[in-house]
């Protein structure tokens, strides 16, 4: 494929703009507030939401090169990228947090990027934490050999300024659409983007899925390196993070569940579900004026591994501690 006729976003053939659909949900409705569904998970089968509109940008920009990026055991971001590296006939390299899983079988969605063609190198978790740095980034790249020094960098999660950039178009579909967008945060580079693509008067709330409150600093890097300054009236709900990544209480499973039962949609529990029970509790507590108009994004699928998403896994893919996690999201600087 030559540069000049790559064009990621185009052959990817998205579904865009997503569908917008309202949901008629009594515990929105008895407070006057209308909730619309942002269906950004029908974007793409392999690359479903945020992960499309974050990583085309990137493969624009990386323009055939191999891409190398970074992920835990369970990361969506490393499938969508080894998904991407398939569809284009681009090599795709992951660097995963866990030496030790060098050794053990892989879990469904390792294997899954495996299928897919994406290289798998395994890294200690004080390498893995120092990953923003190049140094340690071009110590990895030796180390294990055979990758070409013409590597295209993507950090952690998908987010840089390029991919906030690539989100702002989620904001933009969005305007005249709702007073309040809200959406779950994990790297919080959709939320950067969301936010600046909106139209004056709407406003943005993104609940983080994880614990330790470091991520209203990492949006506003991600929107100084992608817009050169705060944009958009956004703000971040940390209640509702349920323990911390990859944790999920037995009361957003059983919301969930209703949900899906109510709705007949299928919910994505590590981000969707904890979202859209963060946004039914902010209802409750009648943070809305009634007539307020709220879209939630459905930033994606569910995971057909079941162990991704009941927590009944081996050592080999716990969740990550959450002080590892957090020192990690800090040092996942943007600004490669
Ligand atoms: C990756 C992901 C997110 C988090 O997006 P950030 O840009 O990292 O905040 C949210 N929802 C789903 C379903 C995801 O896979």
């Known amino acids: 494929m030559s540069p000049q006729v790559f064009d990621p976003a185009a052959a990817l053939r998205p579904r865009l703009p997503s569908p917008l659909q309202p949901v008629e949900d009594e515990r929105f409705a008895r407070r006057g507030v209308r ?17 499309w509109r974050k990583l ?16 835990g055991a369970f990361s ?3 499938r969508a ?6 569809l284009l006939g681009v090599v795709t390299i992951g660097v995963v947090r866990g030496h030790e899983l060098a050794d053990r079988p892989l879990n469904d969605s390792l294997a899954r990027c495996a299928a897919d063609g994406m ?22 790249i030796a180390t294990a050999g055979g990758i070409p020094d013409s590597v295209y960098v993507v950090p952690e999660g998908g987010s840089n300024a390029l ?16 007073d309040v967008v809200a959406v779950a945060c994990g790297t919080g580079g959709t939320v950067a983007g969301l936010a600046a693509g909106l139209a004056p008067g709407q406003r943005a ?19 100084r390196d992608a817009f050169g300054g705060r944009r958009g009236d956004w703000s971040l709900d940390d209640r509702f993070h349920g323990g911390g990544y990859a944790r999920i209480p037995a009361e957003v499973h059983r919301f969930a569940d209703e949900f899906e039962t109510r709705h007949g949609l299928p919910l994505e529990r590590l981000y969707v579900a904890k979202m859209l029970h963060g946004l039914t509790a902010l209802v409750a507590e009648g943070a809305f004026r009634p007539g307020t108009s709220v879209a939630a994004v459905v930033t994606g699928a569910p995971d057909p591994d079941p162990a991704a998403v009941t927590g009944a896994r081996g050592p080999a893919g716990r969740p990550q501690r959450e ?12 600004s490669r």
């Open 35 to 51: 909730l619309l569904l942002k269906r950004d998970d029908l974007i793409h089968p392999d690359l479903p939401g945020n992960k």
């Open 56 to 71: 085309t940008p990137n493969l624009t920009a990386a323009a055939g090169r191999p891409l190398l990026t970074f992920g």
């Open 76 to 78: 969506n971001h490393l």
């Open 81 to 86: 990228t080894a998904a991407a590296g398939r």
């Open 119 to 140: 290289r798998l190198v395994f890294v200690d978790r004080t390498t893995y934490r120092a990953k923003a740095d190049p140094a340690v980034v071009a110590r990895v």
């Open 163 to 178: 991919a906030a950039r690539g989100c702002a178009d989620l904001g933009r579909e969005l305007r005249g659409a709702a």
């Open 205 to 223: 709330v993104g609940f983080p899925v994880l614990k330790g409150g470091f991520l209203t600093a990492d949006v506003e890097r991600l929107q």
């Open 323 to 334: 002080g590892e996690r957090s020192r990690d999201a800090d040092q996942s600087s943007p």
